[in-house]
């Protein structure tokens, strides 16, 4: 089973950028598609971006198309998630996860599994 650990999170003002990182051990991490997600306080954790095992296929909610960009090294078993021109709702712990149902849709958490421990992302207005 893979597991995974997030990095890069923090403080940022408006307008800001942030990279997070995700990185992978024990298991074939080029096999799958992984994906990022994020929970704000009182909410439901909500997608936000996947990369196929490729780097071929990238997939984005709505409210970050243009400002996220997703991609991975499979040589270094890590996905990243580049943040640009961050915003006040922006501001969520950031959870990266396999994608081991390709059945189901991306862009649901039951799609995932094998989730890290999140990073804190907060967006100062």
């Known amino acids: 089973q893979v597991q995974l650990v997030e990095s890069g999170g923090g403080l940022v003002q408006t307008g800001g950028s942030l990279r997070l990182s995700c990185a992978a051990s024990g298991g074939t991490f080029s096999s799958y598609a992984m994906g990022w997600f994020r929970q704000a306080p009182g909410k439901e954790r909500e997608f936000v971006a996947a990369i196929s095992w490729s780097g071929g296929n990238l997939y984005y909610t709505d409210s970050v198309k243009g400002r996220f960009t997703i991609s991975r090294d499979n040589a270094k078993n890590t996905v990243y998630l580049q943040m640009n021109s961050l915003k006040p709702e922006d501001t969520a712990v950031y959870y990266c996860?396999?994608?081991?149902?390709?059945?189901?849709?991306?862009?649901?958490?039951?799609?995932?599994?094998?989730w890290g421990q999140g990073t804190q992302v907060t967006v100062s207005s």
């Open positions: 996860a396999v994608r081991t149902l390709p059945g189901k849709d991306i862009a649901t958490t039951t799609s995932f599994g094998s």
